[in-house]
């Protein structure tokens, strides 16, 4: 069974280049998270979805971030334009929602690598 | 607001050692706590997890942790570790939403 693939695994950049972050979730899940894992701040939580829909964006830090999850398969995290504060490592993460509890195991992929020069 | 506190950033142990390790969170509710760890260049991983019934909860690779709701405490141990448990282990909490709340993480390294 695959797990949650996350493209790509590292990402070099320019400060002001747009940058784009993949996420296919587990096949059959239909919650998607994504984090942002720094040294200074730890594991933060950007967005997450239900459905498809965003359900609390209040992680995103600014205007610059956006993210979409046009179908149950497929999530983007975009920065645009991206800056060396943004040098971080992305999760996306997965879970089957039952019900209206916060018990769900998320599943979480490998992450992605950004630095931003 | 929810918060977690992993009281110790490192935690240096030797092979066949036991080892604890400590968190505490923040909240005046009921809570489900979680224990995740993080191998070298991966994602995490889940460990186990408190919901609700008996206080001490078995995980995986001999990984068992103890809710103490006085101490609001949600301590990790393992009897005997192993090289292969050299990682970064999380811990985390969640109020009846899907947020979770992630500790600062402490790292577990084993000496030989």
């Known amino acids: 069974d695959a797990g949650v693939i996350q493209s790509p695994r590292h990402e070099v950049t320019e400060m002001g280049q747009e940058v784009t972050l993949r996420c296919k979730p587990i096949?059959?899940?239909?919650?998607l998270f994504w984090y942002r894992q720094t040294m200074m701040r730890g594991l933060e939580l950007l967005i997450y979805f239900n459905n498809n829909v965003p359900i609390d964006d209040s992680g995103m830090p600014e205007d610059r971030f956006s993210a979409k999850m046009p179908n149950a398969s497929f999530s983007t995290l975009k920065i645009q334009p991206s800056e060396p504060r943004d040098s971080a490592v992305y999760f996306c993460?997965?879970?089957?929602?039952?019900?209206?509890?916060?018990?769900?195991?998320?599943?979480f992929g490998p992450g992605t690598r950004l630095t931003v020069l | 607001a929810q918060s977690v506190t992993q009281l110790d950033s490192q935690v240096p142990v030797f092979e066949e050692a036991p080892v604890e390790l400590r968190c505490n969170y923040s909240s005046s509710v009921s809570v489900y706590l979680f224990w995740y760890v993080q191998y070298p260049n991966q994602g995490l991983q889940l460990l186990l997890k408190y919901l609700s019934g008996s206080t001490l909860v078995k995980g995986i690779n001999g990984f068992e942790a103890e809710f103490n709701k006085s101490q609001t405490s949600f301590h990790l141990r393992k009897p005997s570790v192993h090289i292969s448990d050299t990682a970064e282990y999380f811990c985390a909490v969640s109020q009846g939403a899907q947020k979770l709340v992630f500790g600062q993480g402490t790292r577990l390294t084993i000496n030989p």
């Open positions: 993460a997965s879970s089957y929602r039952q019900g209206g509890s916060g018990t769900d195991t998320q599943y």
């Open positions: 096949s059959g899940h239909n919650s």
